[in-house]
T-cell receptor, first 116, second 110 residues
Framework: NAGVTQTPKFRVLKTGQSMTLLCAQD?????MYWYRQDPGMGLRLIHY???????AKGEVPDGYNVSRLKKQNFLLGLESAAPSQTSVYFC???????????????FGPGTRLTVL | GQSLEQPSEVTAVEGAIVQINCTYQ??????LSWYQQHDGGAPTFLSY????GLEETGRFSSFLSRSDSYGYLLLQELQMKDSASYFC???????????FGQGTELSVKP
């Protein structure tokens, strides 16, 4: 099992450009999440999904969109990149709800995005 | 709202025991989780406490006191490879999401 994979690993964008980050999991998890991590800020939830075809906003959703057309994939889109979106982006998945007994989240290796 | 507080840095020597504290404020509590992250890599799950008391997993233990809104991660027989950032996290029942603390950077010295 590959677990959670993310593509690309690194990306440099210019202000105003768009891009899509892809997350894939092979554990048949219902729940998937996108986080961003900035220095000293911990992990902040951008959007999440509780199943195929569903998405919901997290703490910091502005400037991002997501789609979950297939259970194993969760896409994060930046329509018009801004320097404030320079960050490391992590995707995660879990079998259970965040409050459930089996709520362990499995993280991907991250995408390091720089917006100039 | 939800908030978590944990120390930003902790330093300890190899072979020692270290405790990383976490205090939280939530409107509804379901459990406290701990994650480890090495050098900005993928965070990995360490433990989850839903009830008061101590949970032990090898060299790592996690404690929860719901009445004090407090928990800690205890690392015993420290090894150099334990140098990492450690995050506590609680569930936000108003937003349906896991809220992470800002992380504690543990440095293990020889």
């Amino acid at each position: 099992n590959a677990g959670v994979t993310q593509t690309p690993k690194f990306r440099v964008l210019k202000t105003g450009q768009s891009m899509t980050l892809l997350c894939a999991q092979d554990m048949n998890h219902e729940y998937m999440y996108w986080y961003r991590q900035d220095p000293g800020m911990g992990l902040r939830l951008i959007h999440y999904s509780v199943g195929e075809g569903t998405t919901a906003k997290g703490e910091v959703p502005d400037g991002y969109n997501v789609s979950r057309l297939k259970k194993q994939n969760f896409l994060l889109g930046l329509e018009s990149a801004a320097p404030s979106q320079t960050s490391v982006y992590f995707c995660a998945s879990s079998y259970s709800t965040p409050w459930g007994r089996y709520n362990e989240q499995f993280f991907g290796p991250g995408t390091r995005l720089t917006v100039l | 709202g939800q908030s978590l507080e944990q120390p930003s840095e902790v330093t300890a020597v190899e072979g020692a025991i270290v405790q990383i504290n976490c205090t939280y404020q939530t409107s509804g509590f379901y459990g406290l989780s701990w994650y480890q992250q090495h050098d900005g890599g993928a965070p990995t799950f360490l433990s989850y406490n839903a009830l008061d008391g101590l949970e032990e997993t090898g060299r790592f233990s996690s404690f929860l006191s719901r009445s004090d809104s407090y928990g800690y991660l205890l690392l015993q027989e420290l090894q150099m490879k334990d140098s990492a950032s450690y995050f506590c996290a609680v569930y936000d029942n108003q937003g349906g999401k896991l809220i992470f603390g800002q992380g504690t950077e543990l440095s293990v010295k020889p």
